[in-house]
């Protein structure tokens, strides 16, 4: 079993900036590590993903504004996020991506930090 642990939300002004990291609980080869966020009714969406080997996809709401990083050594993802909208505003969710063998893949998930934008 492997935990992401969270940390970095809180609340920030419209154009201000947070940064959000996570770490699995143990050394292990992650391939894909990523962060999530849910609102209240509304599906779990993808805000940007970032391979072992550095590459990275980012949902169209937050190009340009959100940065995505990963430090393999300590099996950690940070959220660099700046120019903060209240449309921002989510539980954010750390996600990580193990392959076990080929074709099976376990997926886990960090309990959640909420980022509150206010206007």
């Known amino acids: 079993q492997v935990q992401l642990v969270e940390s970095g939300g809180g609340l920030v002004q419209a154009g201000g900036s947070l940064r959000l990291s996570c770490a699995a609980s143990?050394?292990?080869?992650?391939?894909?590590m990523g962060w999530y966020r849910q609102t209240s009714g509304k599906q779990r969406e993808l805000v940007a993903v970032?391979?072992?080997?550095?590459?990275?996809n980012y949902a169209d709401s937050v190009k340009g504004r959100f940065t995505i990083s990963r430090d393999n050594a300590k099996n950690a993802v940070y959220l660099q996020m700046n120019s903060l909208k209240p449309d921002d505003t989510a539980v954010y969710y750390c996600n990580a991506r193990i392959r076990v063998v080929p074709g099976l893949i376990n997926e886990y998930w960090g309990q959640g930090t909420q980022v509150t934008v206010s206007s």
């Open positions: 143990r050394s292990i080869f992650i391939d894909t």
């Open positions: 970032i391979a072992s080997g550095g590459n990275t």
